[in-house]
Protein backbone atom coordinates (compact mmCIF):
# COMPACT_ATOMS: atom_id res chain seq x y z
CA UNK A 1 0.00 0.00 0.00
CA UNK A 2 1.20 3.47 -0.72
CA UNK A 3 1.43 6.16 1.87
CA UNK A 4 -1.74 7.67 1.06
CA UNK A 5 -3.58 4.41 1.02
CA UNK A 6 -2.36 3.63 4.77
CA UNK A 7 -3.98 7.14 5.51
CA UNK A 8 -6.96 5.83 3.88
CA UNK A 9 -7.08 2.47 5.54
CA UNK A 10 -7.04 4.89 8.80
CA UNK A 11 -10.52 6.17 7.95
CA UNK A 12 -12.09 3.03 7.40
CA UNK A 13 -15.22 1.79 9.49
CA UNK A 14 -17.08 -0.99 11.31
CA UNK A 15 -20.62 -1.47 11.79
CA UNK A 16 -22.74 -3.73 14.03
CA UNK A 17 -25.31 -6.03 11.96
CA UNK A 18 -26.82 -8.84 13.51
CA UNK A 19 -24.31 -10.28 15.12
CA UNK A 20 -22.02 -9.91 12.31
CA UNK A 21 -18.87 -7.43 12.24
CA UNK A 22 -19.01 -5.50 9.10
CA UNK A 23 -15.22 -4.41 8.76
CA UNK A 24 -14.95 -1.64 5.23
CA UNK A 25 -11.00 -0.31 5.48
CA UNK A 26 -8.84 -0.30 2.82
CA UNK A 27 -6.05 -3.02 3.17
CA UNK A 28 -7.98 -4.86 5.12
CA UNK A 29 -7.66 -7.85 3.47
CA UNK A 30 -4.34 -8.43 4.67
CA UNK A 31 -6.24 -9.05 8.14
CA UNK A 32 -8.64 -11.59 7.05
CA UNK A 33 -6.70 -14.42 8.81
CA UNK A 34 -6.54 -13.12 12.10
CA UNK A 35 -10.24 -11.52 12.18
CA UNK A 36 -11.20 -15.04 11.31
CA UNK A 37 -9.29 -16.52 14.22
CA UNK A 38 -11.02 -13.06 16.22
CA UNK A 39 -14.61 -14.38 15.43
CA UNK A 40 -14.60 -17.64 15.82
CA UNK A 41 -11.85 -18.84 18.36
CA UNK A 42 -10.71 -22.37 18.06
CA UNK A 43 -12.41 -22.86 14.82
CA UNK A 44 -11.08 -25.16 12.54
CA UNK A 45 -11.21 -22.97 8.99
CA UNK A 46 -11.97 -24.08 5.60
CA UNK A 47 -11.76 -21.53 2.91
CA UNK A 48 -13.51 -21.57 -0.27
CA UNK A 49 -13.10 -19.90 -3.13
CA UNK A 50 -13.40 -19.74 -6.99
CA UNK A 51 -10.86 -20.98 -9.35
CA UNK A 52 -10.40 -17.23 -10.37
CA UNK A 53 -10.13 -15.59 -6.98
CA UNK A 54 -8.65 -18.53 -5.38
CA UNK A 55 -4.97 -17.52 -6.13
CA UNK A 56 -5.03 -13.99 -6.33
CA UNK A 57 -6.82 -13.51 -2.84
CA UNK A 58 -7.92 -16.93 -1.22
CA UNK A 59 -4.55 -18.54 -1.32
CA UNK A 60 -3.12 -15.98 0.77
CA UNK A 61 -5.45 -16.26 3.46
CA UNK A 62 -5.70 -19.76 3.43
CA UNK A 63 -2.36 -20.03 3.69
CA UNK A 64 -2.12 -17.91 6.94
CA UNK A 65 -4.79 -19.37 8.52
CA UNK A 66 -2.97 -23.07 7.90
CA UNK A 67 -6.12 -23.84 6.37
CA UNK A 68 -7.43 -26.28 3.21
CA UNK A 69 -8.66 -24.08 0.26
CA UNK A 70 -12.08 -25.56 -1.89
CA UNK A 71 -12.07 -24.03 -4.95
CA UNK A 72 -15.00 -24.25 -7.79
CA UNK A 73 -15.06 -23.10 -11.22
CA UNK A 74 -16.00 -19.43 -11.61
CA UNK A 75 -19.51 -18.20 -12.52
CA UNK A 76 -23.20 -18.08 -11.53
CA UNK A 77 -23.32 -21.92 -13.48
CA UNK A 78 -21.40 -22.71 -9.76
CA UNK A 79 -25.01 -21.54 -7.47
CA UNK A 80 -26.57 -24.80 -7.65
CA UNK A 81 -27.72 -27.60 -5.57
CA UNK A 82 -24.99 -30.04 -6.92
CA UNK A 83 -21.73 -27.27 -6.28
CA UNK A 84 -23.83 -26.83 -2.40
CA UNK A 85 -23.58 -30.77 -2.10
CA UNK A 86 -20.63 -31.05 -3.84
CA UNK A 87 -18.87 -28.67 -1.11
CA UNK A 88 -20.63 -30.03 1.59
CA UNK A 89 -19.41 -33.59 0.46
CA UNK A 90 -15.47 -32.61 0.60
CA UNK A 91 -16.41 -31.14 4.99
CA UNK A 92 -17.95 -34.19 5.31
CA UNK A 93 -15.43 -36.34 3.53
CA UNK A 94 -12.50 -34.34 5.79
CA UNK A 95 -15.05 -35.28 9.15
CA UNK A 96 -14.64 -31.59 10.08
CA UNK A 97 -17.29 -31.19 12.85
CA UNK A 98 -19.33 -28.18 14.43
CA UNK A 99 -15.93 -26.17 15.04
CA UNK A 100 -15.40 -25.56 11.98
CA UNK A 101 -15.52 -21.57 10.21
CA UNK A 102 -16.09 -21.54 6.50
CA UNK A 103 -13.97 -18.58 5.33
CA UNK A 104 -16.12 -17.61 1.81
CA UNK A 105 -13.43 -15.37 -0.47
CA UNK A 106 -14.38 -14.20 -3.61
CA UNK A 107 -17.62 -12.63 -5.20
CA UNK A 108 -21.61 -12.66 -4.57
CA UNK A 109 -21.87 -16.14 -6.02
CA UNK A 110 -18.94 -17.43 -4.17
CA UNK A 111 -20.57 -15.99 -0.79
CA UNK A 112 -24.08 -17.51 -1.44
CA UNK A 113 -23.12 -20.64 -2.43
CA UNK A 114 -20.31 -21.11 0.76
CA UNK A 115 -22.58 -19.26 3.01
CA UNK A 116 -25.30 -21.48 2.36
CA UNK A 117 -22.68 -24.57 2.41
CA UNK A 118 -22.23 -23.21 6.06
CA UNK A 119 -25.99 -22.42 6.53
CA UNK A 120 -26.36 -26.06 6.17
CA UNK A 121 -23.34 -28.10 7.57
CA UNK A 122 -24.02 -30.06 10.14
CA UNK A 123 -27.41 -27.73 10.95
CA UNK A 124 -25.12 -24.53 10.93
CA UNK A 125 -21.18 -23.43 11.18
CA UNK A 126 -20.18 -19.81 11.38
CA UNK A 127 -18.90 -18.44 8.03
CA UNK A 128 -16.78 -14.94 7.59
CA UNK A 129 -17.17 -13.33 4.46
CA UNK A 130 -14.08 -11.76 2.75
CA UNK A 131 -16.32 -10.36 -0.39
CA UNK A 132 -13.74 -9.56 -3.26
CA UNK A 133 -16.11 -7.85 -6.23
CA UNK A 134 -18.16 -4.71 -5.98
CA UNK A 135 -21.57 -6.81 -5.88
CA UNK A 136 -20.86 -8.91 -2.88
CA UNK A 137 -18.72 -6.09 -1.02
CA UNK A 138 -21.72 -3.69 -0.99
CA UNK A 139 -24.66 -6.27 -1.20
CA UNK A 140 -24.14 -9.93 -1.78
CA UNK A 141 -21.58 -10.73 1.39
CA UNK A 142 -23.81 -8.42 3.86
CA UNK A 143 -27.13 -9.31 5.36
CA UNK A 144 -27.53 -12.92 6.02
CA UNK A 145 -29.00 -14.18 2.59
CA UNK A 146 -27.00 -17.43 1.25
CA UNK A 147 -28.55 -19.76 -1.54
CA UNK A 148 -28.55 -21.49 -4.89
CA UNK A 149 -30.07 -21.04 -8.20
CA UNK A 150 -32.50 -23.57 -9.64
CA UNK A 151 -34.01 -24.03 -13.38
CA UNK A 152 -37.12 -22.28 -12.01
CA UNK A 153 -35.04 -19.11 -11.38
CA UNK A 154 -32.56 -17.05 -9.18
CA UNK A 155 -32.19 -17.40 -5.33
CA UNK A 156 -34.85 -19.54 -5.15
CA UNK A 157 -33.40 -22.40 -2.52
CA UNK A 158 -31.44 -20.86 0.41
CA UNK A 159 -31.65 -20.03 3.98
CA UNK A 160 -30.83 -16.79 6.39
CA UNK A 161 -27.20 -17.06 8.09
CA UNK A 162 -25.66 -14.07 9.54
CA UNK A 163 -21.98 -14.17 9.44
CA UNK A 164 -19.74 -13.59 12.01
CA UNK A 165 -17.97 -11.10 9.89
CA UNK A 166 -18.01 -9.29 6.69
CA UNK A 167 -14.38 -7.77 5.71
CA UNK A 168 -14.38 -5.44 3.36
CA UNK A 169 -11.37 -4.16 1.35
CA UNK A 170 -12.27 -1.30 -1.22
CA UNK A 171 -8.77 -1.89 -2.71
CA UNK A 172 -9.65 -5.15 -3.95
CA UNK A 173 -11.59 -3.34 -6.98
CA UNK A 174 -8.20 -2.02 -8.43
CA UNK A 175 -7.81 -6.19 -9.65
CA UNK A 176 -11.66 -6.63 -10.34
CA UNK A 177 -12.05 -6.84 -14.17
CA UNK A 178 -13.37 -3.73 -15.50
CA UNK A 179 -17.01 -5.25 -16.16
CA UNK A 180 -17.45 -6.92 -12.92
CA UNK A 181 -16.71 -3.16 -10.86
CA UNK A 182 -19.39 -1.84 -13.57
CA UNK A 183 -21.66 -4.37 -12.84
CA UNK A 184 -21.19 -3.54 -9.51
CA UNK A 185 -22.00 0.23 -10.01
CA UNK A 186 -25.24 -0.83 -10.92
CA UNK A 187 -26.13 -2.36 -6.85
CA UNK A 188 -24.33 1.23 -5.48
CA UNK A 189 -27.06 3.17 -8.23
CA UNK A 190 -29.65 1.23 -6.79
CA UNK A 191 -28.36 2.29 -3.25
CA UNK A 192 -28.45 5.80 -4.62
CA UNK A 193 -32.28 5.32 -5.58
CA UNK A 194 -33.75 3.77 -2.86
CA UNK A 195 -32.57 5.74 0.30
CA UNK A 196 -29.18 8.04 -0.03
CA UNK A 197 -29.84 10.74 -3.58
CA UNK A 198 -26.51 13.11 -2.52
CA UNK A 199 -24.28 9.34 -3.32
CA UNK A 200 -26.36 9.04 -6.67
CA UNK A 201 -25.23 12.86 -7.67
CA UNK A 202 -21.80 11.79 -6.14
CA UNK A 203 -21.52 8.56 -8.91
CA UNK A 204 -22.98 10.83 -11.75
CA UNK A 205 -20.31 13.58 -11.15
CA UNK A 206 -17.38 10.69 -10.89
CA UNK A 207 -18.28 8.13 -12.95
CA UNK A 208 -14.87 8.43 -15.07
CA UNK A 209 -12.68 8.64 -11.68
CA UNK A 210 -14.93 5.42 -10.59
CA UNK A 211 -14.27 3.89 -14.08
CA UNK A 212 -10.59 3.98 -14.13
CA UNK A 213 -8.27 1.02 -13.53
CA UNK A 214 -6.33 3.40 -11.06
CA UNK A 215 -9.46 3.55 -8.69
CA UNK A 216 -7.71 6.34 -6.27
CA UNK A 217 -8.25 5.09 -2.31
CA UNK A 218 -10.36 7.87 -1.60
CA UNK A 219 -12.45 6.90 -4.29
CA UNK A 220 -13.10 3.48 -3.49
CA UNK A 221 -13.26 3.34 0.29
CA UNK A 222 -16.20 6.50 -0.44
CA UNK A 223 -17.64 4.15 -3.26
CA UNK A 224 -17.98 1.51 -1.32
CA UNK A 225 -18.70 2.88 2.17
CA UNK A 226 -21.67 4.82 1.25
CA UNK A 227 -23.12 1.84 -0.20
CA UNK A 228 -22.49 -0.46 2.81
CA UNK A 229 -24.12 2.19 5.10
CA UNK A 230 -27.34 2.09 3.24
CA UNK A 231 -27.21 -2.23 2.87
CA UNK A 232 -26.68 -2.11 7.15
CA UNK A 233 -29.01 0.54 7.82
CA UNK A 234 -31.57 -0.95 5.74
CA UNK A 235 -31.19 -4.86 7.08
CA UNK A 236 -30.75 -3.46 10.46
CA UNK A 237 -34.64 -2.29 10.26
CA UNK A 238 -35.52 -5.49 9.15
CA UNK A 239 -33.26 -8.84 9.15
CA UNK A 240 -35.70 -11.10 7.37
CA UNK A 241 -37.37 -8.99 4.50
CA UNK A 242 -40.88 -8.68 6.60
CA UNK A 243 -40.98 -5.18 5.09
CA UNK A 244 -38.56 -2.47 4.43
CA UNK A 245 -35.95 -4.78 2.91
CA UNK A 246 -38.00 -5.12 0.22
CA UNK A 247 -36.44 -1.98 -1.05
CA UNK A 248 -33.35 -3.51 -1.48
CA UNK A 249 -34.87 -6.01 -4.51
CA UNK A 250 -35.81 -2.29 -6.43
CA UNK A 251 -35.09 -3.89 -9.78
CA UNK A 252 -34.48 -7.22 -8.91
CA UNK A 253 -38.45 -8.68 -9.80
CA UNK A 254 -37.50 -7.51 -13.77
CA UNK A 255 -33.91 -7.97 -13.32
CA UNK A 256 -33.64 -11.73 -11.89
CA UNK A 257 -36.00 -12.55 -14.55
CA UNK A 258 -33.70 -10.93 -17.37
CA UNK A 259 -30.64 -12.43 -15.80
CA UNK A 260 -32.67 -16.20 -16.02
CA UNK A 261 -33.50 -15.80 -19.73
CA UNK A 262 -29.92 -14.44 -20.73
CA UNK A 263 -28.67 -18.49 -19.32
CA UNK A 264 -26.64 -15.88 -17.23
CA UNK A 265 -24.60 -14.72 -19.77
CA UNK A 266 -25.81 -10.73 -18.10
CA UNK A 267 -23.91 -10.33 -14.67
CA UNK A 268 -25.89 -10.12 -11.77
CA UNK A 269 -25.39 -6.33 -11.86
CA UNK A 270 -26.17 -5.94 -15.28
CA UNK A 271 -29.61 -7.33 -15.56
CA UNK A 272 -30.23 -5.49 -12.13
CA UNK A 273 -29.13 -1.96 -14.23
CA UNK A 274 -32.02 -3.53 -16.86
CA UNK A 275 -34.66 -4.21 -13.81
CA UNK A 276 -33.81 -0.98 -12.47
CA UNK A 277 -35.03 1.35 -15.67
CA UNK A 278 -38.10 -1.24 -16.33
CA UNK A 279 -39.50 -1.02 -12.90
CA UNK A 280 -38.61 2.34 -12.46
CA UNK A 281 -40.83 3.20 -15.67
CA UNK A 282 -43.14 0.65 -14.09
CA UNK A 283 -43.78 3.05 -11.30
CA UNK A 284 -44.11 5.87 -13.56
CA UNK A 285 -46.62 4.44 -15.56
CA UNK A 286 -48.47 3.01 -12.03
CA UNK A 287 -48.06 6.73 -10.80
CA UNK A 288 -45.73 6.52 -7.97
CA UNK A 289 -42.90 7.22 -9.14
CA UNK A 290 -42.10 11.03 -9.97
CA UNK A 291 -41.52 11.52 -13.56
CA UNK A 292 -38.16 11.43 -15.47
CA UNK A 293 -36.58 9.46 -12.54
CA UNK A 294 -36.18 6.48 -14.71
CA UNK A 295 -34.59 8.60 -17.43
CA UNK A 296 -32.22 9.69 -14.88
CA UNK A 297 -31.48 6.10 -13.67
CA UNK A 298 -30.96 5.21 -17.17
CA UNK A 299 -28.71 7.87 -17.94
CA UNK A 300 -26.36 7.01 -15.06
CA UNK A 301 -26.31 3.40 -15.85
CA UNK A 302 -25.55 4.21 -19.54
CA UNK A 303 -22.61 6.67 -18.50
CA UNK A 304 -20.88 3.77 -16.05
CA UNK A 305 -21.23 1.09 -19.68
CA UNK A 306 -24.33 -0.61 -18.14
CA UNK A 307 -27.26 -1.65 -20.46
CA UNK A 308 -30.71 -0.52 -20.19
CA UNK A 309 -32.77 -1.96 -22.49
CA UNK A 310 -34.66 -5.48 -22.84
CA UNK A 311 -33.09 -7.66 -25.37
CA UNK A 312 -35.99 -8.13 -28.37
CA UNK A 313 -35.01 -11.86 -27.34
CA UNK A 314 -36.22 -11.94 -23.91
CA UNK A 315 -39.89 -12.57 -24.62
CA UNK A 316 -42.29 -10.43 -22.05
CA UNK A 317 -44.52 -13.69 -21.87
CA UNK A 318 -41.33 -15.64 -20.44
CA UNK A 319 -40.32 -12.12 -18.47
CA UNK A 320 -44.18 -12.09 -16.42
CA UNK A 321 -44.38 -15.87 -16.28
CA UNK A 322 -40.77 -15.69 -14.31
CA UNK A 323 -41.79 -13.17 -12.44
CA UNK A 324 -44.86 -15.07 -11.37
CA UNK A 325 -42.22 -17.73 -9.18
CA UNK A 326 -40.53 -14.62 -7.90
CA UNK A 327 -39.37 -14.90 -4.08
CA UNK A 328 -41.25 -11.61 -3.68
CA UNK A 329 -44.67 -13.04 -5.74
CA UNK A 330 -47.71 -13.33 -3.25
CA UNK A 331 -50.70 -15.97 -4.89
CA UNK A 332 -48.19 -16.16 -8.39
CA UNK A 333 -48.26 -12.20 -8.67
CA UNK A 334 -45.03 -10.21 -8.64
CA UNK A 335 -44.45 -7.37 -6.47
CA UNK A 336 -42.20 -4.48 -7.04
CA UNK A 337 -40.46 -2.00 -4.48
CA UNK A 338 -40.98 1.21 -6.36
CA UNK A 339 -39.37 4.37 -5.82
CA UNK A 340 -41.04 7.71 -5.14
CA UNK A 341 -38.60 10.49 -6.31
CA UNK A 342 -34.69 9.94 -6.04
CA UNK A 343 -33.66 8.83 -2.60
CA UNK A 344 -37.24 7.53 -1.22
CA UNK A 345 -38.85 4.59 -1.46
CA UNK A 346 -43.13 3.96 -1.27
CA UNK A 347 -43.44 2.13 1.48
CA UNK A 348 -46.69 0.74 -0.19
CA UNK A 349 -48.65 0.81 3.88
CA UNK A 350 -45.74 -0.88 5.53
CA UNK A 351 -45.51 -3.24 2.58
CA UNK A 352 -42.86 -2.28 0.77
CA UNK A 353 -43.82 -3.86 -2.43
CA UNK A 354 -47.08 -3.81 -4.58
CA UNK A 355 -48.52 -5.95 -7.22
CA UNK A 356 -49.42 -4.51 -10.43
CA UNK A 357 -52.00 -5.37 -13.33
CA UNK A 358 -50.18 -7.43 -15.76
CA UNK A 359 -50.75 -4.96 -18.63
CA UNK A 360 -48.72 -1.72 -17.18
CA UNK A 361 -46.30 -4.70 -16.58
CA UNK A 362 -46.00 -5.10 -20.34
CA UNK A 363 -45.96 -1.60 -21.10
CA UNK A 364 -43.29 -0.93 -18.98
CA UNK A 365 -41.18 -3.88 -20.47
CA UNK A 366 -42.18 -2.80 -24.11
CA UNK A 367 -41.14 1.19 -23.07
CA UNK A 368 -37.66 -0.39 -22.84
CA UNK A 369 -36.98 -2.36 -25.20
CA UNK A 370 -34.00 -1.73 -27.54
N1 LIG B 1 -29.77 -8.33 -2.05
C1 LIG B 1 -30.95 -7.91 -1.40
C2 LIG B 1 -30.96 -8.18 0.05
O1 LIG B 1 -29.95 -8.52 0.63
O2 LIG B 1 -31.99 -8.08 0.67
Same mark, same amino acid.
Not at 97 to 116: E, I, M, N, P, Q
Not at 198 to 207: E, I, L, N, R
Not at 311 to 328: H, P, Q, T, W, Y
Given at each position: ??E?D? =?T?E???????H *????? /??????A?????T????????P? #? !??????A?L?????????G?E?? +???? *????????????? +??????R??????? #????GG???????G??A?? $??R?????????S? /??? !????I???TG??T?? @????V @??FH??A??? #?????L?????????A???E???HG?????? $???????????????????????RL???????K #??V?????R????R??????? +????????LSK $???????? /?????????R??????? +?????????A??C????????I? =???A?D? !? /?AL?R?D?????G????????R???M????GC?????D?????????????
Amino acid at each position: MTERDV =ATAERGREFALH *GARVI /VRAGALADAAALTREVAPGCRPI #V !IADTTVAPLHAAPIAAALGAELL +TFAP *GEASKTRQQWAAL +TDELLARQLGRDTV #VVAVGGGVCGDLAGFVAAT $YLRGVPVVQVPTSL /VAM !IDAAIGGKTGVDTRH @GKNLV @GAFHQPAAVL #VDPLALRTLPDVHRRAGMAEAIKHGVIADES $YFHWMAAHGAALLAPALSAEMAQRLVLDSVAVK #VQVVASDEREGGRRKILNFGH +TIGHAVEHLSK $YELLHGEA /VAIGMVAEARLGELAGY +TLPGLADDVAALCGALGLPVTID =AAFASDD !I /VALMRGDKKARGGVAAFALPLRLGEMNDADGCYALSLDESLLREAIAAVRS
